[in-house]
């Protein structure tokens, strides 16, 4: 089945036997939360159900890919990743040199998606409270005065945090809590941010003066790490002749906010293979110095992935599973996504840099052996 094609449908009168057949050939053992041991998928109700919110959702997100793909070009892996890390709740790191349609794909999945989406612009005089908001004095009926909360860029569903590098570290750790916990305190007042709640930030990786890097404890809440590259000749011509003319293709709404709330609950529902959780366990903790046996990892490998790591892996193989119109995750999942996932969790020592080893060697080398 190609990536990005809808379910299976069943045929008449088959009552899904086919495609729950080959779901519980595929899923003899599979974990969920609390939860392993063998279970007939064909015998219970509640798959029958996960099956068809499944096939349901693989026909939306067709839309949402096809929405996209009208006005984003050349850039399909970047769009499959960033929506396999909003399926999955996440937030995510797109790295690449400028022009090469970040920003405007936040913007597009915010039309698409139908989600307010907000833009700040990281410099390094921005403050913590240009983005989270704060509280402004101010004279009520009979001359009372009091303070009231004004919110900032912060409070939306979708935020572009551009050059995220750009800033200092106290207004780069002002995302610390919204990131991790979809509140801010201001104040000592706690403050809700709406729901969903994804923050997509852009790096540029050349350009290195007068940028901050970004601290490992704010690295690790992104799920993501998605390197931008150039497009290839055909979408690049593509990109010329629908850009530069008169009129420019808008992107159209393909789904809704509260559609994909219940997108991302359907993904964490969705059976994972016990063997598909070993390779996870199995690359995640290869590459800790302190646990792998691997001889490269324990020279060249300062720091490995932690256990946010194997949680990101879980809920991001299940996101590109629904992504490719399938019930269950495979190793190839784990495979395709152990870059995106562990080369912002990982780093090398400072021989191993004089060396010229890259982190996408080592992870290389942690998937091949994966087969």
């Not at 984003?72 to 690449?96: N, P, R, S, W």
């Not at 490269?296 to 990101?312: K, L």
Request: glycine share 10%; aromatic share 4%; proline share 7%.
């Amino acid at each position: 089945m190609g990536f990005g094609q809808p379910l299976p449908l069943p045929q008449a009168g088959g009552k899904r036997q086919g495609i729950t057949a080959r779901l519980n050939d595929f899923l003899l053992d599979f974990h969920a939360p609390n939860i392993m041991r063998r279970m007939d998928i064909a015998t219970s109700p509640l798959d029958e159900s996960l099956v068809a919110e499944a096939e349901a959702l693989s026909r939306d997100l067709a839309s949402v890919r096809g929405a996209v793909g009208r006005v984003i070009f050349g850039q399909d892996h970047v769009v499959d990743e960033t929506l396999a890390t909003l399926l999955a709740g996440g937030h995510v790191l797109l790295v690449g040199v400028p022009g090469l349609a970040k920003t405007k794909l936040v913007d597009t999945l915010g039309a698409v998606l139908g989600m307010s989406a907000k833009r700040v612009q990281f410099t390094p005089d921005l403050m913590p409270a240009d983005i989270l908001g704060s509280e402004v004095l101010e004279e009520g009926e009979g001359g009372r005065r009091g303070f009231r909360f004004v919110p900032g860029p912060v409070f939306c569903q979708l935020l572009m945090a551009d050059e995220i590098n750009r800033a200092g570290p106290r207004t780069q750790s002002a995302l610390l809590q919204a990131m991790q916990e979809r509140q801010v305190s201001v104040a000592g007042h706690p403050h809700s941010l709406p729901k969903p709640f994804h923050v997509l930030a852009t790096q540029n990786p050349i350009e290195q003066e007068g940028t901050y890097p970004l601290p490992e404890a704010q690295l690790d809440r992104f799920l993501l790490q998605v390197d931008v590259g150039y497009p290839d000749r055909t979408a690049e011509a593509r990109m010329l002749v629908a850009t530069t003319g008169a009129q420019e293709e808008r992107p159209r709404q393909a789904l809704t906010a509260e559609r994909l709330i219940a997108a991302q609950t359907l993904v964490r529902r969705l059976p994972v293979g016990e063997s598909v959780m070993n390779a996870i366990l199995d690359l995640v903790r290869a590459g800790r110095p302190e646990s792998t046996d691997l001889e490269e990892v324990r020279r060249h490998v300062a720091w490995g992935p932690g256990p946010r790591a194997s949680q990101a892996l879980m809920l991001a193989v299940r996101a590109r599973a629904v992504l490719g119109g399938r019930l269950a995750p495979s190793v190839d999942d784990v495979v395709a996504l152990a870059g995106p996932v562990l080369r912002h969790r990982m780093a090398l020592t400072f021989g191993a840099r004089a060396d010229g080893v890259t982190i996408g060697d080592i992870i290389g080398r942690l998937t091949a052996r994966l087969g």
